[in-house]
T-cell receptor, first 108, second 115 residues
Framework: GEDVEQSLFLSVREGDSSVINCTYT??????LYWYKQEPGAGLQLLTY?????DMKQDQRLTVLLNKKDKHLSLRIADTQTGDSAIYFC????????FGSGTQLTVLP | NAGVTQTPKFQVLKTGQSMTLQCAQD?????MSWYRQDPGMGLRLIHY???????DQGEVPNGYNVSRSTTEDFPLRLLSAAPSQTSVYFC??????????????FGQGTRLTVV
């Protein structure tokens, strides 16, 4: 079955790195995604990783995928106050299935 | 660049009332979907459509109807509103339902309160 899990909250200091974790259960997922939701807005695609990759880097964002453990993480380097948002991981088999979202709070 | 447009942004309904949430996209996307977002539960799929004339149920379809008469529009109807339907509703569209083209574009959301 499809189930995607995330912790609900994360707080970091401005300038530190943030790591948001996600576990999924369906090993047939082809693509895994990270979406960002700012207050009062819809979701926007942040980055994605293909299932045959271990890592993907995009400027301040690093995505790590451990297929054996079905574990996905998003690292944000030099976290800024503008990074405060809810981050959703999602997998795509037949439709997009989202995790519960992690509320990232960046403290000054 | 309109993207995905949802109306209204806010709505208060009384229990038992009906209403339609509108969703339109101008990207010629085949795949459209409706989600509801509740605290701590992420986004749950209500209904989706893979093209005009084709709709299917998602994870939480009860109490909602959809239709897809055109590629652009995908309205969501609440037949008899219940307090359990108080939520934030998002419409999304993408070129296809799976694969890399699954990048989904979301509307701004409709915050619905049923009293």
């Amino acid at each position: 079955g499809e189930d995607v899990e995330q912790s609900l909250f994360l707080s970091v200091r401005e300038g530190d790195s943030s790591v948001i974790n996600c576990t999924y259960t369906d090993s047939s997922s082809t693509y895994l995604y990270w979406y960002k939701q700012e207050p009062g807005a819809g979701l926007q695609l942040l980055t994605y990783i293909f299932s045959n990759m271990d890592m993907k880097q995009d400027q301040r964002l690093t995505v790590l995928l451990n297929k054996k453990d079905k574990h996905l993480s998003l690292r944000i380097a030099d976290t800024q106050t503008g990074d405060s948002a809810i981050y959703f991981c999602a997998e795509s088999i037949r439709q997009l299935t989202f995790g519960s979202g992690t509320q990232l709070t960046v403290l000054p | 660049n309109a993207g995905v447009t949802q109306t209204p942004k806010f709505q208060v309904l009384k229990t038992g009332q009906s209403m339609t949430l509108q969703c339109a996209q101008d990207m010629n996307h085949e795949y459209m979907s409706w989600y509801r977002q509740d605290p701590g539960m992420g986004l749950r799929l209500i209904h989706y459509s893979v093209g005009a004339g084709i709709t299917d149920q998602g994870e939480v379809p009860n109490g909602y109807n959809v239709s897809r008469s055109t590629t652009e529009d995908f309205p969501l109807r609440l037949l008899s509103a219940a307090p359990s339907q108080t939520s934030v509703y998002f419409c999304a569209s993408s070129r296809t339902g799976t694969g890399l083209d699954t990048e989904a574009f979301f509307g701004q959301g409709t915050r619905l309160t049923v009293v």
